[in-house]
Nanobody, 121 residues
């Protein structure tokens, strides 16, 4: 059974740092892309993709976080991380961990429950 559980959110002042963690079960890291998304307002339809790590280990970032955030994974511990530095008020959002991979019949797509990050003075 696939399960993703985020942790590490909280409140921080502008310029501060947080590290989000995502405990992953039931996912093969060698075939699954892993990603962090955020949703800035409750009810907002589209989540913003901010970081992605491919099965190969290569990473990519959204322009809004490039140079400030770093995504990593630990396959042995079944963990995914998002190190967030130099946080800004506009980074305030609910952050979601995602795992997705191709199937013969479509795409498998799984989400965690989200963790709130609030950046304010």
């Amino acid at each position: 059974q696939v399960q993703l559980v985020e942790s590490g959110g909280g409140s921080v002042q502008p310029g501060g740092s947080l590290r989000l963690s995502c405990a992953v079960s039931g996912v093969d890291f060698s075939v699954s892309g892993l990603a962090w998304y955020r949703q800035m307002r409750a009810g907002q339809r589209q989540r913003e993709l901010i970081a992605h790590i491919a099965p190969s280990g290569s990473t990519s970032y959204g322009d809004s976080v490039k140079g400030r955030f770093a995504m990593s994974r630990d396959s042995a511990k079944r963990m995914v991380y998002l190190q967030m530095n130099n946080l800004k008020p506009e980074d305030t959002a609910v952050y979601y961990c995602n795992a997705a991979w191709n199937l013969d019949t479509g795409v498998a797509d799984y989400w965690g429950q989200g963790t709130q990050v609030t950046v304010s003075a």
